[in-house]
């Protein structure tokens, strides 16, 4: 081969000379020599490049610098360390990564390789799932001095916002979604990115930035935006005007968003198909008809002790249009079905008819206080088969029971089970806390919690990123923050690789159930247990939803597996006092509460839990006085049932 090289530089040289030319200035050998030289180079690059493409990525790194470093002259050894710091990144060592970005911009500052960093460390933080990190070099790309090609600027700009959101960090998300629509308002995802801006802006109560990019918007993307984008930003912007008290603004936009709804049901009759709409959409026209419920609500002037009867009656005949009206806009809410509004609706709809009933209730105080015949307005506001009070009682009971039906119940529920059982003491409704898994999920095991957490948990994952310990730290780190959307974020970035994926399925379950996704959430308990049998969190997810459908029998297999796996597990001993609750075992569910109260004094809803079981116990009155007043001695000011409990004890310090 070598021989072959040489004729034919020999042969280029007699030619030349044949035809006259001048003999070159340079001796052939040496002009042999450089292109060797420059085959040998393109050799080295290729084979680091062969390596790459093989997704040898650890090898090609360890190439690529020692290309970098053995060929000091050539023109693309900083496309080299860029090249070995991909690599490295794919190779899961974002130390490494990281510290030949370094390098590339230490010695080669000037380069164009060197602009390309800062979007490269975004690639190297987020693969590892620090996104706090990766929204920092991110908005990086988009300094004024920085090189960015179009297309990693958009990128860069709709991750830096992603992230900063989902870490609850509003005001740099905003300012990076502002410079994504200042630069590029007319790319097929501005609509999208845009309405997002409106939305950053209103979290942060900036009402009139919100108000000027919701005007902004409908001007921009207005006629060709899709009919999902349209609903969303009606409904943002009746919420806009909403917050500023103006009603007549907001119930005209929310109502735009059902004329948004009934185009896109009637695209999909035509195609006999489903709405085309996401799950941000359904929550936008659930959100819109809700709030039309609530400005009805308030067309209703509230009947005030002390009024005349004939004032009264004229504020009921002019509430009933409105309460109508009001209920109906609940009722469709509901039937939307979406997670986040439908049981504050049903609980809406149950507090109307309450208001309804109290109002009733007021009535015939004044009438009776007023008339001279008082006999028959007593009888008619006496007990017995009222028709507002089985209203009322029938609006909760359905809350209640749509929650059995969707097998989970958040705070709305509890409320709507609370009013029930204070309107209808016979109503065998459990008032009992349910706990919650994460009761026993939330801690970041002790050697990543120094006072200097998020470093701790960066070095962490820095230092054994192939190890899913960090990982699921830093996912619970988010968790126990409230920002669930990281938690996701965090989790689906570790599912692709992470050897044991039953703790992240069961984390993303306790997520999904914070966001009220309850057939996410099943999925994933599901998912978990499928994976690890012994998934303690997987068991104990699937039967606290059981719980709250009050299903004893779906729930119990789950808690004896959760408490055969860990036997002294508080959650799983919790979830097995409320299954003896369920079924009618007071004594056995008492020993097991008065068991953890002896192991968790200060928590208040244990306390509680026995407050209900013994109060309603004719035989265990003393102890159920006893066990409210410890609950509301421990109990914050803001615990939902600390009023339920001071009636309590009024009740049975009278009895």
């Not at 690599?87 to 899961?92: H, I």
């Not at 067309?299 to 004229?314: C, H, L, S, Y």
């Not at 065998?428 to 050697?447: C, G, M, Y």
Request: proline letters at 5%; glycine letters at 6%; charged letters at 25%.
């Amino acid at each position: 081969m070598l021989g072959t090289i040489r004729c034919f530089c020999s042969g280029l040289l007699v030619a030349a000379l044949a035809a006259g030319c001048s003999p070159p200035s340079r001796d052939p050998d040496a002009e042999f020599q450089a292109l060797m030289a420059q085959i040998e180079e393109k050799r080295a690059f290729n084979a680091c490049r062969k390596l790459e493409f093989d997704k040898r990525h650890r090898e090609a790194g360890d190439c690529f610098v020692a290309y970098h470093d053995r060929e000091r002259e050539k023109p693309d050894r900083a496309e080299a360390l860029l090249r070995a710091a991909t690599a490295y990144r794919e190779a899961r060592d974002p130390a490494a990564a990281l510290a030949v970005l370094g390098r590339l911009v230490a010695e080669h500052p000037s380069s164009e390789p060197a602009s390309s960093v800062p979007f490269e460390r975004g690639e190297v933080y987020r693969s590892v799932a620090l996104f706090a990190e990766a929204a920092a070099a991110y908005e990086a790309v988009a300094l004024p001095d920085a090189a960015s090609a179009p297309d990693r600027l958009l990128l860069a700009l709709t991750r830096a916002a992603s992230y900063w959101q989902a870490l609850g960090e509003h005001a740099r998300a905003v300012a990076a979604l502002d410079t994504y629509c200042d630069r590029f308002p007319t790319h097929e995802d501005a609509a999208r990115v845009c309405l997002e801006l409106g939305g950053g802006y209103l979290t942060l109560n900036d009402l009139d930035a919100a108000q000027r990019e919701s005007e902004r918007w409908f001007v921009r993307f207005g006629k060709a935006a899709s009919l999902d984008l349209l609903a969303q930003a009606h409904s943002r912007a009746g919420a806009v005007h909403w917050r500023r008290g103006d009603r007549s603004a907001a119930v005209a936009a929310f109502e735009q968003v059902w004329v948004e709804w009934e185009r896109l049901k009637g695209r999909a009759v035509a195609q006999q198909g489903r709405p085309d709409i996401t799950e941000k959409g359904l929550d936008a026209v659930a959100m819109a008809t809700y709030y039309r419920g609530e400005a009805f609500l308030e067309a209703m002037a509230p009947i005030e002790q002390g009024q005349t009867v004939a004032d009264t009656i004229a504020l009921i005949e002019r509430g009933g249009e409105a309460a109508a009206n009001a209920k109906h806009m609940f009722d469709l809410t509901c039937d939307l079905e979406s997670p986040v509004w439908a049981t504050k609706a049903r609980r809406r709809r149950g507090e109307l008819e309450d208001q309804i009933l109290q109002g009733f209730e007021r009535f015939t105080e004044a009438a009776v206080a007023q008339t001279s015949n008082p006999k028959t307005l007593q009888a008619v506001a006496a007990d017995g088969p009222n028709p507002l009070r089985m209203n009322a009682k029938g609006a909760y009971r359905e809350c209640h029971d749509r929650a059995v039906g969707m097998q989970w119940a958040d705070e709305n529920v509890w409320a709507c089970r609370r009013r029930l059982t204070e309107l209808d003491p016979s109503a065998d409704v459990p008032r009992l806390r349910i706990p919650f898994v994460d009761d026993r999920t939330t801690a970041v095991p002790t050697e990543l919690a120094p006072a200097d957490l998020d470093a701790a948990l960066r070095k962490a994952v820095l230092d054994a990123p192939t190890d899913d310990a960090p990982y699921l730290a830093v996912a619970r780190h988010h968790y126990r923050r409230g920002h669930f959307d990281a938690v996701v974020l965090t989790i689906d970035s570790a599912l692709s690789w992470v050897r044991d994926k039953a703790p992240f399925h069961a984390l993303a379950g306790m997520t999904a159930l914070r966001q009220n996704r309850w057939f996410r959430a099943r999925r994933a308990f599901e998912e978990a247990v499928a994976l690890d049998p012994r998934s303690v969190e997987g068991h104990l997810g699937l039967a606290l939803m059981a719980l709250a459908a009050l299903d004893a029998d779906r729930a119990k297999p789950h808690i004896d597996t959760a408490l055969n796996v860990a036997p002294s597990d508080p959650v799983a001993r919790k979830a097995q006092a409320f299954v003896r609750r369920l079924r009618g075992d007071i004594v056995g569910a008492a020993a097991d509460y008065r068991a953890l109260i002896a192991l968790s004094p200060s928590e208040p809803d244990l306390h509680w839990n026995l407050c209900v079981l013994l109060s309603r116990q004719e035989a265990s009155r003393d102890e159920g006085l006893a066990a409210c007043r410890a609950f509301v001695a421990v109990a914050p000011d803001a615990h939902p049932e600390r009023g339920s409990a001071v009636k309590i004890i009024d009740m049975l310090a009278h009895f």
